[in-house]
Protein backbone atom coordinates (compact mmCIF):
# COMPACT_ATOMS: atom_id res chain seq x y z
CA UNK A 1 0.00 0.00 0.00
CA UNK A 2 1.45 3.54 -0.72
CA UNK A 3 1.90 5.78 2.01
CA UNK A 4 2.68 9.04 2.76
CA UNK A 5 3.80 11.38 5.37
CA UNK A 6 2.84 14.21 7.09
CA UNK A 7 4.36 16.22 9.82
CA UNK A 8 4.40 20.10 11.25
CA UNK A 9 6.67 22.79 10.49
CA UNK A 10 8.45 22.23 13.89
CA UNK A 11 10.29 19.44 12.13
CA UNK A 12 12.88 21.65 10.35
CA UNK A 13 13.26 20.17 7.59
CA UNK A 14 15.00 22.27 4.88
CA UNK A 15 12.20 22.54 2.00
CA UNK A 16 14.70 20.59 -1.02
CA UNK A 17 14.96 17.64 1.56
CA UNK A 18 10.95 17.65 1.74
CA UNK A 19 10.40 18.10 -1.73
CA UNK A 20 12.68 15.12 -2.49
CA UNK A 21 10.90 12.71 -0.33
CA UNK A 22 7.23 14.15 -0.84
CA UNK A 23 6.97 15.15 2.70
CA UNK A 24 3.64 17.06 3.59
CA UNK A 25 4.05 19.74 6.28
CA UNK A 26 1.06 21.37 7.74
CA UNK A 27 2.75 25.22 9.45
CA UNK A 28 2.96 25.76 13.17
CA UNK A 29 0.94 28.88 14.62
CA UNK A 30 2.10 31.93 16.45
CA UNK A 31 0.15 34.15 17.73
CA UNK A 32 1.93 38.02 17.39
CA UNK A 33 -0.04 40.97 19.08
CA UNK A 34 -3.59 38.93 19.08
CA UNK A 35 -2.52 38.02 15.08
CA UNK A 36 -2.21 34.84 13.55
CA UNK A 37 0.70 34.07 11.83
CA UNK A 38 1.81 30.94 10.23
CA UNK A 39 5.26 30.04 10.48
CA UNK A 40 7.50 30.60 7.69
CA UNK A 41 4.30 31.54 5.62
CA UNK A 42 3.03 34.68 7.02
CA UNK A 43 6.35 35.87 8.61
CA UNK A 44 9.75 34.33 7.43
CA UNK A 45 12.31 33.22 10.80
CA UNK A 46 14.76 35.98 9.71
CA UNK A 47 12.19 38.80 10.38
CA UNK A 48 10.67 36.90 13.49
CA UNK A 49 13.89 36.77 15.40
CA UNK A 50 15.05 40.26 14.41
CA UNK A 51 11.39 41.99 16.02
CA UNK A 52 11.14 39.50 18.90
CA UNK A 53 13.33 41.34 21.41
CA UNK A 54 11.14 44.58 20.50
CA UNK A 55 7.77 42.81 21.32
CA UNK A 56 6.10 44.63 23.91
CA UNK A 57 4.10 41.42 24.86
CA UNK A 58 5.73 38.31 24.56
CA UNK A 59 3.94 36.29 21.40
CA UNK A 60 2.30 32.91 22.21
CA UNK A 61 2.20 29.32 19.92
CA UNK A 62 -1.20 27.89 19.20
CA UNK A 63 -2.02 24.59 16.92
CA UNK A 64 -3.01 24.39 13.40
CA UNK A 65 -7.00 23.21 13.66
CA UNK A 66 -8.02 19.93 13.77
CA UNK A 67 -10.10 21.27 10.62
CA UNK A 68 -6.86 22.26 8.91
CA UNK A 69 -5.21 18.55 9.28
CA UNK A 70 -8.42 17.04 8.07
CA UNK A 71 -8.38 19.39 4.69
CA UNK A 72 -4.75 18.39 4.65
CA UNK A 73 -5.31 14.77 4.90
CA UNK A 74 -8.19 14.97 2.77
CA UNK A 75 -5.96 16.36 0.37
CA UNK A 76 -2.90 13.63 0.13
CA UNK A 77 -5.65 10.92 -0.03
CA UNK A 78 -6.76 12.22 -2.96
CA UNK A 79 -3.38 11.92 -4.48
CA UNK A 80 -3.78 8.54 -4.16
CA UNK A 81 -2.15 7.47 -1.66
CA UNK A 82 -3.83 4.78 0.71
CA UNK A 83 -1.91 5.43 4.17
CA UNK A 84 -0.71 8.43 6.24
CA UNK A 85 2.00 8.31 9.15
CA UNK A 86 1.50 11.84 10.62
CA UNK A 87 4.80 12.31 12.80
CA UNK A 88 4.83 15.68 15.29
CA UNK A 89 6.66 17.77 17.73
CA UNK A 90 6.16 15.91 21.62
CA UNK A 91 2.59 16.54 22.99
CA UNK A 92 4.22 17.62 25.93
CA UNK A 93 5.20 20.78 24.34
CA UNK A 94 2.66 21.47 21.70
CA UNK A 95 -1.16 21.04 21.09
CA UNK A 96 0.16 20.17 17.21
CA UNK A 97 -0.29 16.40 17.91
CA UNK A 98 -3.22 16.16 19.44
CA UNK A 99 -4.91 18.21 16.53
CA UNK A 100 -3.87 15.68 14.28
CA UNK A 101 -4.99 12.81 16.59
CA UNK A 102 -8.09 14.57 16.64
CA UNK A 103 -8.22 15.28 12.95
CA UNK A 104 -7.29 11.45 12.07
CA UNK A 105 -10.61 9.85 13.71
CA UNK A 106 -12.55 10.63 11.12
CA UNK A 107 -10.39 8.54 8.46
CA UNK A 108 -10.22 5.47 10.54
CA UNK A 109 -7.53 3.41 10.37
CA UNK A 110 -5.99 4.42 6.82
CA UNK A 111 -4.52 7.60 9.55
CA UNK A 112 -1.90 6.56 12.04
CA UNK A 113 -0.22 9.62 14.55
CA UNK A 114 2.87 9.33 16.27
CA UNK A 115 4.20 11.74 19.22
CA UNK A 116 8.12 12.00 18.46
CA UNK A 117 9.14 13.05 21.73
CA UNK A 118 10.72 16.12 20.30
CA UNK A 119 11.24 18.79 18.59
CA UNK A 120 13.30 20.40 15.50
CA UNK A 121 15.67 17.94 14.05
CA UNK A 122 14.61 15.56 16.42
CA UNK A 123 11.47 15.28 15.32
CA UNK A 124 12.68 15.68 11.66
CA UNK A 125 15.00 13.06 11.09
CA UNK A 126 12.60 11.06 12.26
CA UNK A 127 10.05 12.02 9.07
CA UNK A 128 13.21 11.80 7.27
CA UNK A 129 13.67 8.25 7.63
CA UNK A 130 10.17 7.66 7.91
CA UNK A 131 9.98 8.58 4.34
CA UNK A 132 12.80 6.76 2.78
CA UNK A 133 11.26 3.67 4.27
CA UNK A 134 7.80 4.46 2.78
CA UNK A 135 9.28 4.90 -0.96
CA UNK A 136 11.08 2.01 0.11
CA UNK A 137 7.45 0.49 0.59
CA UNK A 138 8.13 -0.65 3.84
CA UNK A 139 4.43 -1.46 5.29
CA UNK A 140 3.15 1.16 8.04
CA UNK A 141 3.76 -0.97 11.10
CA UNK A 142 7.87 -1.93 9.98
CA UNK A 143 8.56 2.03 9.75
CA UNK A 144 6.64 2.70 13.11
CA UNK A 145 8.85 0.22 14.98
CA UNK A 146 11.88 1.63 12.47
CA UNK A 147 10.74 5.43 14.47
CA UNK A 148 10.48 4.11 18.07
CA UNK A 149 14.12 2.10 17.69
CA UNK A 150 15.50 5.29 15.92
CA UNK A 151 14.52 7.65 19.12
CA UNK A 152 16.91 6.03 21.49
CA UNK A 153 19.29 7.11 19.15
CA UNK A 154 18.51 10.90 19.09
CA UNK A 155 20.09 13.65 21.40
CA UNK A 156 19.07 17.19 21.44
CA UNK A 157 21.20 19.69 23.33
CA UNK A 158 20.76 23.38 23.30
CA UNK A 159 22.49 26.53 24.93
CA UNK A 160 19.96 29.52 25.43
CA UNK A 161 21.24 32.94 25.53
CA UNK A 162 18.78 34.13 28.19
CA UNK A 163 16.87 32.66 30.79
CA UNK A 164 13.55 35.06 30.09
CA UNK A 165 11.98 33.62 27.61
CA UNK A 166 11.76 30.28 28.77
CA UNK A 167 10.80 31.60 32.22
CA UNK A 168 8.07 34.25 30.68
CA UNK A 169 6.57 30.97 28.39
CA UNK A 170 5.48 29.20 31.92
CA UNK A 171 6.08 25.81 30.17
CA UNK A 172 9.31 24.82 32.40
CA UNK A 173 9.17 24.72 35.88
CA UNK A 174 12.23 24.94 36.46
CA UNK A 175 13.20 27.73 34.65
CA UNK A 176 11.11 29.52 37.49
CA UNK A 177 12.67 27.37 40.19
CA UNK A 178 15.84 28.13 39.37
CA UNK A 179 15.09 31.93 38.18
CA UNK A 180 18.00 33.76 41.22
CA UNK A 181 20.63 31.16 39.89
CA UNK A 182 19.90 31.53 35.98
CA UNK A 183 20.04 35.30 35.81
CA UNK A 184 22.83 36.42 33.21
CA UNK A 185 23.96 32.44 32.93
CA UNK A 186 23.35 30.23 29.88
CA UNK A 187 21.70 27.38 30.55
CA UNK A 188 22.29 23.89 28.75
CA UNK A 189 19.30 22.07 27.82
CA UNK A 190 18.42 19.01 26.85
CA UNK A 191 15.40 17.58 25.14
CA UNK A 192 14.11 13.79 25.79
CA UNK A 193 10.79 11.94 25.58
CA UNK A 194 8.87 15.72 25.35
CA UNK A 195 11.15 17.07 28.63
CA UNK A 196 13.46 19.53 28.64
CA UNK A 197 16.29 18.93 31.40
CA UNK A 198 18.82 21.56 32.39
CA UNK A 199 22.33 20.27 32.17
CA UNK A 200 24.23 22.87 33.08
CA UNK A 201 24.48 26.28 33.09
CA UNK A 202 27.65 28.59 32.42
CA UNK A 203 28.66 31.93 33.30
CA UNK A 204 29.83 33.04 29.24
CA UNK A 205 28.46 32.23 25.95
CA UNK A 206 32.14 31.03 24.91
CA UNK A 207 31.90 28.52 28.14
CA UNK A 208 28.03 27.82 27.09
CA UNK A 209 29.12 26.52 23.47
CA UNK A 210 32.59 24.88 24.60
CA UNK A 211 29.99 22.21 26.46
CA UNK A 212 27.64 22.04 23.39
CA UNK A 213 31.41 20.91 21.24
CA UNK A 214 31.67 18.58 24.36
CA UNK A 215 28.20 16.90 24.67
CA UNK A 216 28.35 16.23 20.82
CA UNK A 217 31.94 14.49 21.17
CA UNK A 218 31.12 12.21 23.89
CA UNK A 219 27.96 11.00 21.63
CA UNK A 220 30.79 9.55 19.34
CA UNK A 221 30.11 8.32 15.70
CA UNK A 222 26.96 9.99 14.07
CA UNK A 223 24.51 9.17 11.25
CA UNK A 224 23.01 12.61 11.23
CA UNK A 225 23.76 15.90 12.32
CA UNK A 226 22.21 19.28 12.22
CA UNK A 227 23.24 22.62 13.93
CA UNK A 228 20.23 24.50 15.31
CA UNK A 229 20.52 28.48 16.35
CA UNK A 230 17.77 31.27 16.40
CA UNK A 231 19.09 33.87 14.16
CA UNK A 232 22.63 33.36 15.17
CA UNK A 233 23.77 31.82 11.63
CA UNK A 234 27.54 33.19 12.02
CA UNK A 235 28.48 31.02 15.10
CA UNK A 236 25.95 28.58 14.16
CA UNK A 237 28.88 28.25 10.96
CA UNK A 238 31.33 28.34 13.19
CA UNK A 239 30.15 25.77 15.48
CA UNK A 240 29.52 23.14 12.56
CA UNK A 241 32.86 24.23 11.05
CA UNK A 242 34.88 23.24 14.55
CA UNK A 243 32.96 19.36 14.05
CA UNK A 244 34.81 16.88 11.68
CA UNK A 245 31.61 14.89 10.09
CA UNK A 246 32.53 11.41 8.52
CA UNK A 247 28.71 10.59 7.82
CA UNK A 248 27.15 10.12 4.53
CA UNK A 249 24.79 12.08 5.77
CA UNK A 250 25.54 16.09 5.22
CA UNK A 251 25.42 18.06 8.19
CA UNK A 252 22.57 20.71 8.02
CA UNK A 253 22.53 24.10 9.41
CA UNK A 254 18.96 25.14 10.22
CA UNK A 255 17.33 28.28 11.81
CA UNK A 256 14.58 27.00 14.18
CA UNK A 257 11.32 26.88 13.91
CA UNK A 258 9.73 30.44 15.32
CA UNK A 259 7.06 28.28 17.12
CA UNK A 260 10.25 26.70 19.30
CA UNK A 261 12.03 30.03 19.40
CA UNK A 262 9.45 32.24 21.16
CA UNK A 263 10.16 30.00 23.83
CA UNK A 264 14.25 29.90 23.66
CA UNK A 265 14.53 33.61 22.33
CA UNK A 266 17.19 34.70 19.92
CA UNK A 267 20.75 34.02 19.87
CA UNK A 268 20.54 30.67 20.90
CA UNK A 269 22.45 27.56 19.62
CA UNK A 270 22.29 23.88 19.31
CA UNK A 271 22.27 20.55 18.07
CA UNK A 272 19.88 17.87 16.98
CA UNK A 273 21.99 14.40 16.13
CA UNK A 274 21.48 10.64 15.61
CA UNK A 275 24.34 8.70 16.87
CA UNK A 276 25.58 5.34 15.08
Not at 166 to 189: E, T
Request: net charge neutral; aromatic share 8%; glycine share 6%.
Amino acid sequence: MSLAIVTDSTSDLPRDMREKYNIYQIPAVIIINGQMAHDGVDISREEYYQKLPNFNQLPTTSSPSSGEFQALYKKVLSEGYEEILSIHVASELSGIYNAARLAAEEFGPQIKTIDSGQVSLGLGFQVLEAAKAARNKIPIKEVIDLLESLREKIYVYAMLDTVNYILRSGRIPWAKAKLGALLNLRPLIQLENGQVFNTGISRTRKRAISRLHQKIQELGALEYLAVLHTNAEKEGKEFLACYDHTSQHPPLLVHVTTSIGTHVGPKGIGFAAVVK
